[in-house]
């Protein structure tokens, strides 16, 4: 067991390396901003004939000093059970202002309800 402290002076590098990390995870800032959306009985996504999308302008509340991650979960779907259900939700045009979120579908899909949760996580130095 090689990885194992010698002896007292290696346990205490190793507490005192250990709360270093802790600290620094601490201290780490994290902004967090979530919000969603629901799109009900939209013509475009409910006609069932080729590729369509739904564009969702998303403005932070805060302008932040660098672009965060964005992410997203469909929470609720409501499609015709007569055919496939194809859809997708992609995160476009991220800045530090915000984001536009596609929700699209294609083929014979018909998508007459879905709502979208999304989250904009920043970590680092603020």
Known sequence: MSDQPKNLLDVLASIQCMEKRLSELETTPRVVEAGEFEIDEDPTL?????????????????????????YTAITALNS?????????????NKSNSGCTILVKTWDNSEIYHV????????????
């Open 46 to 70: 409910a006609n069932g004939k080729g590729g369509r999308s739904f564009k969702k302008e998303i403005t932070y509340k805060r302008s932040w000093s660098e672009t965060p991650n964005v």
């Open 80 to 92: 015709d059970c007569k055919e496939k259900t194809r859809v997708e939700v992609v995160v476009d």
């Open 115 to 126: 709502k979208v949760s999304w989250f904009a996580i920043l970590e680092g130095n603020l």
